[in-house]
């Protein structure tokens, strides 16, 4: 066999591997790791459903209590003012308590110190008694379910201010005068929840409370009988 048909196979040899190199093994490893991609793209996928599907199981498990929590953060901070729900529940108490007189005065929602904070609502209380049965119903009003924060406390006994036993023969020189300085929390805008507010009338066993709306809220007196 002569040079010239040792290069010519040679050449032909060359020419074969280089199509099958550019036709059949280049796009086979192409598609080999195009393939090999899309399985570890798929894999990192399934082991993001299955931590996604773990922590969507442990909050089912746990629903019951994620619902009581929320359930006591709306009563502690609700939606709305809520002023008369409130009132009932201090009446409620003071009734509770024994005290002979409470006196709560709100004032408009108010924007809070910092933003994104709850809207503020300010409210005087004054409760009259018998000195346990005031201390009970400070206790009371701590255990309610809507947040207290009590800024100021103002004791005086029977015998200060128009209420004294000199003037009112039938009083009891042992009850004590107690005046807070509380604040309430509310999720409503400050510009909503001024349109929404509550003003009621005396309370008592035979009282009658109303509810009624007005530009500002008005204090509620409640008179209880004396144990």
Do not use: C, H
Not at 20 to 41: C, G
Not at 111 to 119: W, Y
Not at 128 to 145: H, S, T, W
């Amino acid at each position: 066999m002569n040079r010239r048909a040792i290069l010519g196979i040679v050449g032909g040899a060359v020419a074969v591997l280089l199509l099958w190199w550019v036709f059949i093994y280049s796009p086979k490893q192409s598609a080999t790791s195009t393939a090999r991609s899309e399985a570890a793209a798929a894999e990192r996928r399934s082991l993001d459903l299955e931590a996604t599907l773990a922590r969507l199981k442990e909050l089912n498990r746990n629903r019951p209590e994620l619902e009581a929590s929320l359930r006591t953060l709306n009563a502690a901070v609700p939606a709305t003012p809520d002023l008369a729900v409130f009132i009932l529940s201090a009446n409620e108490i003071a009734a509770l308590a024994g005290v002979d007189f409470l006196s709560i005065s709100p004032s408009p929602p108010s924007a809070g110190l910092t933003p994104g904070a709850p809207t503020t609502i300010a409210i005087s209380i004054q409760v009259k008694g018998g000195f346990f049965a005031v201390v009970d119903y400070l206790n009371r009003l701590e255990d309610l379910e809507r947040i207290v924060v009590v800024d100021g406390v103002n004791l005086a006994g029977q015998g200060s201010g128009a209420s004294s036993a000199s003037n009112d023969p039938g009083a009891d020189p042992a009850a004590i005068s107690v005046t807070l300085t509380a604040r309430m929390f509310t999720r409503a805008s400050p510009a909503g929840a001024t349109g929404t507010t509550i003003n009621t009338g005396n309370t008592g066993v035979s009282g009658s409370t109303g509810i009624t709306g007005s530009t500002a809220p008005a204090s509620t007196t409640t008179e209880l009988p004396a144990n």
